[in-house]
């Protein structure tokens, strides 16, 4: 049974944005006000929702409610698709009972549509109608896309004022390189904390999960993670001990959300656990495992179960990072694969041929004597993403 931070009711129903009898919006409702942060796209072509959604926190860092729909991006739609994003606001601050300007939008779906505004008002009825009955993973499935599987985490800890509960749920599957947080993703928390401290949380977690993952090298334009914390647990996380629990706590939530992405790409067999160490800088470290979690060439061989470790170092070399070839040490799975600018000498193919049946490969490269490091979550590259992705609006 999921573990639901206390104070949040939940709604879905089934609007009609793309498919008929598929609940395609989600209405997550505070019982109270809760600070909220954000974290969003970097594209320089941001939907209307994350506009929005940037400036509500701009003026403060409370809100009731967030309201998610798939199907449609609103995105690329101009100065009618801002005054769209507004009304569904409207729309559902009515059905909420709470004010426009204390509900955060988010959106997902093929970009260049204008929302079907004749469909909200009906679908705002339906979701009164599920106020409080519908589950967190109701909206999870809601808001699915080319997801194989709805992704909810929960997990709780014990602070010295008594327990608190953290929720996470999002949706993601392709179109995944964040350089701010992930597709669409939303934390819940109960727990009574600061707005500094909540958001300086969020970015941290973030950038240690949702921005260190790839599944095809693309940051979509409605990328955004949400999370909220309402103090209904009536347990203040104030303490130094006790904020490092909550931002545990949230880390956990938010790399297990990452993982089940790069577990769910589209068409994805493989998750490459992508670790280097030994860099001049922590960017330099991230450059090069981006690199290799980004090369075609490198996730076409997970794919196909190739210890092909030739195309890993092409992509280190290429990758920016400044090291000396000869002192770049390359295990898969644990076997030594190259040191001293060659291949070991043992029988390679033989040795990684398992390895590379698991689901989960590890690659680990050590390129200096630094202290920059870094960790990437990357999928591979199969034949089903690309018919996923040729057939995507049809």
């Known amino acids: 049974m999921t573990i639901v931070p206390k104070g949040?009711?939940?709604?879905?129903?089934?609007?009609?944005?793309?498919?008929?009898?598929?609940?395609?919006?989600?209405l997550i409702l505070s019982v109270g006000p809760a600070v909220a942060a954000g974290v969003f796209t970097t594209n320089r072509f941001q939907a209307a929702p994350v506009l929005v959604c940037k400036q509500t926190l701009a003026d403060g860092p409370v809100a009731r409610a967030i309201v998610v729909n798939s199907g449609q991006a609103n995105a690329c739609t101009g100065e009618e698709g801002l005054a769209n994003c507004r009304a569904t606001l409207e729309i559902i601050a009515r059905t909420a009972r709470v004010r426009p300007e204390e509900v955060l939008p988010a959106s997902t779906g093929v970009i260049g549509a204008q929302?079907?505004?004749?469909l909200w008002d009906a679908a705002a009825l339906k979701l009164a109608g599920s106020l409080g009955r519908a589950t967190p993973m109701d909206v999870a499935k809601a808001m699915m896309t080319t997801d194989s599987f709805p992704k909810l985490v929960a997990r709780s800890v014990q602070l010295e004022g008594g327990e608190v509960r953290v929720l996470g749920m999002c949706k993601g599957a392709g179109m995944i390189c964040p350089t701010m947080a992930t597709m669409l993703g939303f934390a819940l928390c109960d727990a009574d904390i600061e707005p500094k401290t909540w958001r300086e949380m969020l970015s941290y977690c973030a950038d240690r999960s949702f921005n260190a993952l790839t599944v095809d090298g693309d940051t979509s334009t409605n990328d955004t993670v949400i999370a909220l914390a309402n103090g209904a647990s009536r347990v203040r996380a104030e303490s130094k001990s006790d904020l490092e629990l909550v931002r545990q706590c949230l880390l956990e939530v938010c790399q297990e959300l990452s993982y089940r992405i790069v577990q769910d790409a589209e068409g994805g067999t493989k998750v490459a656990h992508i670790t280097v160490t030994g860099a001049k800088s922590h960017p330099q470290a991230e450059a090069a495992a981006r690199a290799i979690g980004n090369s075609p060439l490198v996730?076409?061989?997970?794919?196909?179960?190739?210890?092909?470790?030739?195309?890993?170092?092409?992509?280190?070399g290429r990758s920016g990072a400044e090291f000396e070839p000869d002192e770049v040490v390359l295990r898969i799975g644990g076997v030594l694969v190259f040191e001293k600018g060659q291949p070991a000498?043992?029988?390679?193919?033989?040795?990684?041929?398992?390895?590379?049946?698991?689901?989960?490969?590890?690659?680990?490269?050590?390129?200096?004597?630094?202290?920059?490091?870094?960790?990437?979550?990357?999928?591979?590259?199969?034949?089903?993403?690309?018919?996923?992705?040729?057939?995507?609006r049809t």
Request: aromatic share 8%.
């Open 345 to 392: 000498p043992e029988d390679l193919d033989a040795l990684l041929a398992p390895v590379m049946r698991h689901q989960d490969v590890k690659i680990e490269l050590v390129i200096g004597a630094g202290r920059g490091a870094f960790t990437l979550l990357a999928s591979d590259l199969t034949k089903r993403y690309v018919e996923i992705n040729a057939d995507y």
């Open 8 to 26: 949040y009711r939940f709604a879905v129903a089934a609007a009609g944005f793309k498919k008929a009898d598929r609940n395609d919006l989600g």
């Open 299 to 316: 996730k076409t061989a997970l794919f196909g179960c190739d210890p092909n470790w030739g195309r890993i170092i092409a992509a280190l």
């Open 115 to 118: 929302l079907k505004m004749d």
